[in-house]
Structure formats: C-alpha cells, structure tokens
C-alpha cells in the first residue's frame, strides 16, 4: 500500500538522484524537496489530529502514529467502529476469539467495543508489544512462524495484507489458513479492489458494499471482503458476487 504522498516522496528523491554528481554530496531536486515539504506538513497534520482526539473525549480512539515505512495507514473512526462492530458480533455468536492480522486499528477499536474480548493481534512493529499477551509479533514472509497454540484456534479472523502484491496476499492467505478454525470459519479481508479476483481465488472471499476508508486518503480503492453473506449488514454481498457464488454450486 503507498499514499500518494509517500509515492510522490518516492518518485521525487528517485528524480533526485539522477542528478548525483561525482563528489556524491547529498543532493535533492526542486521536485524532491517540494515533495517532502508536503510529506512532512502531512505528517504534523496527523499528528495534530491525533493530539485533538486523545483530548477529544471518549468518542475518539488514540491510535500510535502511522509508519509509512512499514505501510502502515490507519483505517478512518467509521471504518474501523463498523468493522469492529461486525467482528464483535460474530465473536458473540461463536463464542470465539479474534485474530487480528497486521490490522492495529480494527484490534484497537473492539478493546474499545469491549475491553474483556479476547483478541491476538498479529503484527511486525513491536511497538505494540505494550499490548501485553494480546501481541505475537508477525512477519508475513514467514507465513507460519507463529506459536503453535494459535494454529486453527480463531473462528474469526480479520487481516489487513500490508501490500498490494500477489506475493503478499498468497502469504496472508497462508497465515489466515493457518489460523482460522478448519470448521466454517468467518474471514474478513480489507485489501485493495485490485485483488478481488486473486482474493476470491485464495480465500473465497467476496466484496461488501461498504467502503472502507483510511485517515489519510489512499490512492487505491479498498475493499472488504468477507468469506460468508453478511445480508443486510457491511452493505450486504455485491450482487455480482450473488451470481458468481451461484455458478460454483451449480
């Protein structure tokens, strides 16, 4: 995933660095440091932002500020209450714990929901390691690295691939396999539009209705996908995905 800011950043230092000369003296195009002006200003905006919410009152979720350096873009308060809202029904209904897989936000939001709810979250940056036990640090290149007493123990399962390539979707799809209970279980998947078709290959997922949004708007459209027909919930399946899943079991 790349914000047009963090694309911009890169298009320009790589346009900057077509201009080193031999003395190999730091250099940064007119291009570039317009870029990272804008990139920077971005970046005080959020953390203005993030300050404003924390002193904002219980309506608003104090998040860890974004790394872009490890596509890190936080989904926006009504994406990720209503995914968490859905989750937190589906937990009910199953009496099942939560994976969270390189999605901070959706776990930050249920321990808001309801901080008893048992949820791991899977993810690289180890600063959130403060969350204690519900932390198992994750790589996604190492797919099924993880402790063997979370193998197929969540009915529930919500991942949030860090890329967009096939590469990491495929090793996504591995860990949400390795994870997921082998008897129905729920997935969700938040990813780009663009792996609609591989997503429904690896998982048999399909596209909702609803929309998700980051904070800091993306030049990717994103979607979720869920393996199980939510009907009037998320915007309900996609009627295409009505008539696809009808050719499968014809």
């Known amino acids: 995933m790349s914000a047009k800011g963090k694309e911009r950043l890169s ?93 901070p936000t959706i ?36 797919p099924e690295e993880l402790p063997s007493a979370l193998k197929h123990a969540y009915k529930v399962v919500v991942a949030d691939p860090p890329y967009l390539s096939k590469g990491c979707l495929e090793k996504v799809a591995q860990t949400i396999s390795f994870l997921a209970h082998p008897k129905e279980p729920y997935i969700l998947l938040l990813t780009g539009e663009v792996q609609q078709k591989r997503a429904a290959e690896l998982l048999n997922v399909h596209p909702c209705g609803f929309r998700p949004q980051h904070s800091n708007k993306l030049g990717n459209e994103f979607r979720l996908y869920t393996n199980y027909d939510p009907a009037e919930r998320l915007g309900g399946w996609e009627q295409s995905t009505y008539s696809y899943v009808s050719m499968l079991t014809l």
């Not at 008893?116 to 932390?135: A, C, H, I, N, W």
């Open 11 to 103: 298009a320009a230092t790589e346009d900057g660095d077509q201009h080193d000369d031999d003395d190999d003296l730091p250099f940064l195009s007119s291009r570039a440091l317009e870029a990272l002006r804008e990139f920077l200003s971005e970046q005080q905006g959020s953390e203005r932002e993030e300050k404003e919410d924390g002193d904002g009152g219980s309506e608003e979720v104090r998040l860890l500020a974004e790394d872009w350096r490890l596509s890190q873009f936080w989904y926006d308060r009504e994406t990720a209450a209503t995914v968490a809202e859905e989750i937190r029904g589906l937990c009910a209904s199953t009496s099942s714990a939560v994976a969270c897989v390189a999605c």
């Open 107 to 142: 776990y930050v939001y249920l321990k808001k929901i309801d901080p008893t709810m048992p949820v791991q979250l899977l993810e690289y940056d180890k600063r959130f390691e403060q969350y204690g036990s519900d932390f198992t640090f994750y790589d996604y290149n190492q």
